[in-house]
């Protein structure tokens, strides 16, 4: 017989039964939460004050007051230090769309990878992983998984897990992609170097890590670092707008990232508040979903032959 049929579930009975479960903090529920044979949750108690005594850090009280427990990403944002919100840098506003993509997700993320996790060298402020700390704010039950040429080993714990990798090198994100299982993260993040190159050589090299319906973001695609040769290079948002309109790359793919394109789903893009408002450039952030309910032959197909 099924699994499911003899499924575990908690109950939340009117009558406080197991309530002591909700009652500890919500990342110590991970487990129950996100075990498979768990398919619902009955919260007779929403109609009942839960714990005021707990009532910032307890599970059963965040579902009771959904709003005050689960501000949305946009709010929540705020009150880091990364640019990816309202006022921090260069503001570049990305919350609303992780906002606006990654909500119904909140409470299922269970891998998150992010390129480049400080502010910035240049800032000097390498101890810092501000959107570290956010994206474990958002998704309670959510190991991140970082990637800097900074080591944050120091930092690593349950919840995170880095890897000391520089994105322009093939090796590097092998080393790093063979630690990690196939389809096993539900988002990317490309925070990092910027460079074209690089973005696409991590495109490459990590979408085999992305579980189907996972989706791949790279933010900042109208800043490039000085020295990039953009005759031997496409432009990272170029590339993808060609394959998002005609399928396949129309100018040098180097990298080979249009091999790829049937994996995606969807190409969306959406602005920088801050290159919209310095120079009218639209299209900063790009999203591609993971196709789903594909087999995967050659999940290697794209290092295969092609220039590293
Ligand atoms: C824009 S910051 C990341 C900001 C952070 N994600 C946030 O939202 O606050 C860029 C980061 O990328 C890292 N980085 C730069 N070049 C890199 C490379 N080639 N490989 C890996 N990480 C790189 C830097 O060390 C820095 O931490």
Excluded at 68 to 76: A, H, N, V, Y
Aim: hydrophobic share 40%.
């Amino acid at each position: 017989m099924h699994d499911q049929v003899f499924s575990p579930m908690f109950f939340n009975s009117i009558d406080w039964t197991e309530t002591d479960r909700f009652e500890k903090p919500i990342t110590e529920l991970a487990d129950y939460l996100n075990d498979d044979r768990v398919f619902a949750i009955h919260l007779w108690t929403a109609r009942n004050e839960a714990a005021p005594h707990e009532k910032s850090a307890a599970f059963i009280a965040q579902l009771i007051s959904p709003l005050e427990g689960f501000p949305p990403f946009t709010t929540l944002a705020d009150k880091f230090n990364t640019d990816k919100n309202r006022h921090t840098g260069n503001r570049h506003c990305y919350a609303r769309i992780y906002d606006r993509l990654l909500s119904a997700r909140r409470l299922s993320m269970r891998r998150l990878m992010e390129i480049g996790l400080c502010r910035g060298l240049a800032e000097r402020n390498q101890t810092e992983t501000p959107s570290v700390a956010l994206w474990q704010s958002y998704f309670p039950f959510c190991q991140v998984i970082g990637v800097d040429l900074t080591d944050f080993s120091s930092l690593n714990n349950e919840r995170f897990r880095s890897f000391v990798c520089d994105q322009s090198s093939v090796e590097d994100l092998r080393r790093v992609a063979a630690t990690i299982e196939a389809r096993s993260l539900d988002v990317i993040v490309d925070d990092g170097s910027h460079a074209s190159y690089d973005e696409q050589l991590t495109l490459r090299e990590f979408f085999p890590l992305l579980a189907e319906d996972g989706w791949y973001f790279i933010e900042d695609l109208d800043w490039q670092p000085p020295g990039e040769d953009l005759t031997k290079i496409t432009p990272t948002k170029a590339l993808l707008r060609e394959i998002k309109e005609c399928g396949t790359a129309r100018s040098v793919d180097p990298l080979g990232v249009s091999a790829l394109a049937g994996q995606f789903a969807e190409i969306l893009f959406f602005d920088s508040h801050y290159e919209l408002d310095r120079a009218q450039l639209l299209g900063g952030l790009v999203a591609i979903r993971k196709r789903a309910n594909q087999s995967y032959p050659h999940d290697s197909v794209a290092r295969i032959g092609k220039a590293s």
